[in-house]
């Protein structure tokens, strides 16, 4: 059960403590390793979720995560009805979504000895939300285990940390995201290697780069971006062109799943049934139409603001690259295959102008994660990284 996880040993080590105390409780022995609320933090691509469903599948398998069974099959695939995994349904967790968590952990375990719930991107969850949950997190059922997932603990509210236990995860190296590219999904060890360093060891990026020709196509338009922002009217070109292809992009994850559900709404309500005519239908679902629409809506939203932050985090990678160049450091530059190009833009600037560049780059993520509108900052952005030595042709 444990081999998802990549360069994590020491998480694995106590995890799995974890799991074989919370057997010694059910016997009625102490366990201390044991606890009934954890939060797993890592950044991003560090397999904070992956950490967290591997941790419920163990405490639901009844050989303590052998990897094999049933359980162990079905958790990871979100079919075991005592492993409750919850993602945010927009931009956050309000008090509706915390008081649905509470109803969820309240339940018993149906078939394993304890009942999981958990939440990825707790750092969505609204101060409201958190007023919600606390009491249910702090003194939950005797078999309800939460786990909580989030880039940080910083990212937390001091509430949700003091009532948790702290898991924190590394970023893998790139050696280890590439010897799981090759052992597990059978890539080319230079691909592997190319994606591994390209992703700056966010897994799965890593295999989506390794994999997919189209995603690898992405970021080579976003990479090419900074050599293009001649003045500003090509600023405001580039702005629209990044926000272009992450909503396309968007598109393609979210078109599929509002799909999915206008079908499973209908035949709930139930269209193709005899004497169901198409009018009647509208009428019964009207309200649950307009519900699930506003929820497809908030999905889409969120979904192109992640698109445009993964973009954005390839620009701060191409300059990082810059200022390794201009500090004339013997590090392995993350777009090496571009080392020229790079060595281009370290000539033409300065250290403390890369390092300004570095900060626009996350200051607009941090005005993104504060609901900016996404055009405006791109654009202020793209601005930020002209290049005064291109000319306008």
């Known amino acids: 059960m444990w081999g998802r996880l990549v360069g994590q040993d020491e998480v694995v080590a106590d995890l799995a403590r974890a799991v074989a105390d919370a057997e010694e409780i059910r016997r009625g022995e102490p366990g201390p390793g044991m606890t009934h609320a954890w939060l797993v933090t890592g950044p991003p691509g560090s397999g904070r979720s992956t950490a967290a469903i591997s941790f419920a599948a163990a405490l639901a398998c009844p050989e303590d995560g052998c990897g094999v069974c049933e359980v162990c099959r079905t958790v990871p695939l979100g079919g075991h009805p005592d492993v409750d995994v919850v993602t945010a349904p927009g931009l956050s967790y309000g008090v509706d979504e915390a008081r649905d968590l509470v109803l969820r952990a309240s339940m018993s375990p149906i078939t394993s000895p304890w009942h999981c719930v958990v939440i990825e991107d707790a750092d969505r969850l609204t101060e409201k939300a958190v007023n919600v949950l606390l009491k249910a997190l702090e003194e939950p059922p005797p078999h309800t285990v939460w786990i909580l997932c989030a880039p940080s603990v910083e990212d ?120 169901v005519t198409q009018a009647k239908l509208k009428r019964l679902m009207s309200s649950a139409v307009k519900e699930m629409e506003k929820r497809q809506k908030t999905r889409r939203t969120r979904t192109v603001r992640d698109q445009v932050d993964r973009a954005l985090l390839d620009l701060m990678g191409l300059y990082r ?65 002209k290049d005064p030595w291109i000319r306008v042709a």
């Open 321 to 385: 690259d810059v200022l390794v160049v201009q500090m004339d450091a013997t590090v392995t530059l993350v777009n090496e295959e571009m080392r020229p190009q790079v060595s281009q833009l370290a000539s033409r600037s300065t250290e403390n102008d890369t390092g300004r560049r570095l900060g626009a780059i996350s200051y607009c993520r941090a005005q993104l994660a504060a609901n900016v509108t996404p055009q405006l900052a791109l654009e202020s952005l793209m601005v930020e990284l």
């Open 156 to 275: 937390v509210l001091p509430t949700i940390v003091s009532r948790t236990r702290h898991v924190p995860l590394r970023t893998p190296s790139t050696t280890d995201v590439a010897d799981l590219l090759v052992d597990n999904y059978g890539v080319d060890r230079a691909m592997a290697s190319f994606a591994a360093r390209a992703s700056q060891g966010h897994i799965g990026r890593a295999r989506a780069l390794a994999r997919d020709e189209h995603v690898r196509q992405r970021r080579q338009e976003v990479l090419r971006l900074p050599f293009a922002l001649a003045d500003v009217p090509s600023c405001f070109m580039a702005a629209a062109n990044l926000l272009a292809a992450a909503t396309e992009d968007a598109h393609a994850i979210t078109d599929p799943l509002d799909a999915a559900e206008d079908a499973a709404l209908r035949a709930e309500y139930g269209d193709g049934a005899s004497g």
